[in-house]
């Protein structure tokens, strides 16, 4: 949570300092940030490859465990689609790359933004980063404001599955307590299969 | 789109080559510090974007649709999947515990 909102605050103290039209700084951010995205891709990877992750997966790895992380991809993925049929502005592709992000809004929106450019333009790329930092970060909230919620009326899968990817991080603490220490193994791989899955997927629908 | 996931499986690779080296431990710091950057950059460029400012309501309902629907369908597929699971094979479920 104090993470997210340091993010929140960097993003709108950028923001601030756009408005003042500082023309070399926008200047570099367009076409810096193409480089420190590799470079944070990069970082990633060797993150996920050095920690405990992939052993951790390895060792709960049954077709059980994956059912929770595929059921939360398939029906964002599904909803998602219908949203793009809701908004004229965009088209499906373009949802299905916001909805992807499963509430990694830092990285999915920074790849959208880099990704889309070359098919949509720099604008409307810009405009879908911000709607999927929105929309992502919306979806993380939602756990954390609605987890006793969503555990009363929709199960003890129902928090770990609006987490996405946050399950095994932010929204880990309230997913405890609503859905018990017995499902903490369980919200860590989801969390961990969807951090793979996010590059993959918003890279793939930014082709599409 | 294959650089990005070229350097993912690229620093998995790298990652799980240098796993004894507890230093690499550290690295969490720099994402995060990558990202604060990308995202201070990002602000800058979407703040100097008049237009884009102008249109921050509708972005955000926009977000706010897509979000919901990604919640919504997660939800209730999830709801229905292990409704059904449990249904065909509820004993079945204590002998993966």
């Not at chain 1, 709108?12 to 420190?36: E, K, N, Q, R, V």
């Not at chain 1, 790895?61 to 219908?82: D, E, N, Q």
């Not at chain 1, 961990?192 to 793939?204: D, G």
């Amino acid at each position: 949570m104090k993470n997210s909102l340091i993010i929140l605050g960097i993003f709108l103290l950028g923001l601030a300092i756009g408005m003042l039209h500082i023309d070399p700084l926008s200047w570099f951010s367009a076409h810096a940030s193409t480089y420190i995205l590799y470079a944070l891709m990069l970082q990633i990877g060797i993150s996920i490859g050095h920690s405990n992750k992939l052993t951790e997966m390895k060792r709960q790895l049954h077709w059980s465990t994956l059912c929770l992380p595929l059921m939360t991809i398939v029906g964002t993925l599904l909803f998602s689609a219908l949203a793009g049929i809701l908004l004229s502005d965009w088209s499906i592709t373009d949802c299905l790359a916001v909805g992807s992000g499963f509430g990694y809004y830092s990285l999915s929106s920074l790849l959208i933004v880099d990704l889309k450019a070359p098919f949509i333009g720099t604008d409307k790329a810009l405009q879908l980063g911000t709607i999927a930092l929105l929309a992502n970060i919306i979806r993380e909230m939602t756990c954390l404001i609605g987890a006793p919620f969503f555990t009363r009326h929709f199960g003890k899968y129902a928090p770990i599955t609006v987490a996405g990817v946050t399950s095994m991080d932010v929204c880990l603490p309230i997913i405890r307590e609503t859905s018990g220490n017995a499902m903490v193994p369980i919200a860590l791989l989801h969390g961990i299969c969807l951090e793979i899955t996010v590059p993959v997927m918003v890279s793939f629908f930014c082709q599409l | 789109m294959f650089i990005i996931l070229l350097l993912l499986a690229g620093g998995i690779g790298i990652g799980y080559l240098m796993r004894h080296i507890h230093f690499l431990q550290h690295i969490d710091k720099s994402i995060s510090f990558t990202i604060y950057v990308l995202l201070f950059l990002f602000g800058i460029h979407i703040g100097s974007d008049q237009k884009l400012i102008d249109s921050f309501h509708t972005l955000g309902l926009q977000a706010f649709v897509i979000s919901f629907a990604g919640i919504i369908g997660s939800l209730l597929v999830t709801y229905i999947a292990f409704r059904v699971w449990k249904k065909r094979g509820g004993e079945r479920r204590s002998d993966e515990e």
